[in-house]
């Protein structure tokens, strides 16, 4: 499956943006999808997962009650609202897809990923 990332750009502290993430093939449905994201000089971390049906979702400690992880089964798409930017939100976003529909925090657990987009807060 290839994933396309979009949305990503600069914002004030305090602002909104919304990342969306298209995937391809037909069996978008079977995929639990997450959201990853990599400052400079760190590792990639875990922002937040959705299941299948998008019923149940998993959020990191430090975006909960600001982001807001949705999909779109049948435009195949995951979207990541964000809310509440912070200067420390500044990173490249990347979407994942785990074909076997584990929802899980561990980026070794996906199997396919987007490009990234780039989310720049200014304070």
């Known amino acids: 499956v290839q994933l396309q990332a979009s949305g990503g750009g600069l914002v004030q502290a305090g602002g909104s943006l919304r990342l969306s993430c298209v995937a391809s093939?037909?069996?978008?449905?079977?995929?639990?999808m997450g959201w990853f994201r990599q400052a400079p000089g760190k590792e990639r971390e875990f922002v937040t997962a959705?299941?299948?049906?998008?019923?149940?979702?998993y959020y990191a400690d430090s975006v909960k009650g600001r982001f807001t992880i949705s999909r779109d089964n049948a435009k195949n798409t995951v979207y990541l609202q964000m809310n509440s930017l912070k200067p420390e939100d500044t990173a490249v976003y990347y979407c994942?897809?785990?074909?076997?529909?584990?929802?899980?925090?561990?980026?070794?657990?996906?199997?396919?990923w987007g490009q990234g987009t780039q989310v720049t807060v200014s304070s």
């Open positions: 959705i299941n299948r049906s998008g019923g149940s979702t």
């Open positions: 093939g037909r069996t978008f449905s079977n995929y639990a």
């Open positions: 994942a897809a785990d074909t076997l529909g584990v929802l899980t925090s561990r980026p070794q657990e996906y199997d396919n």
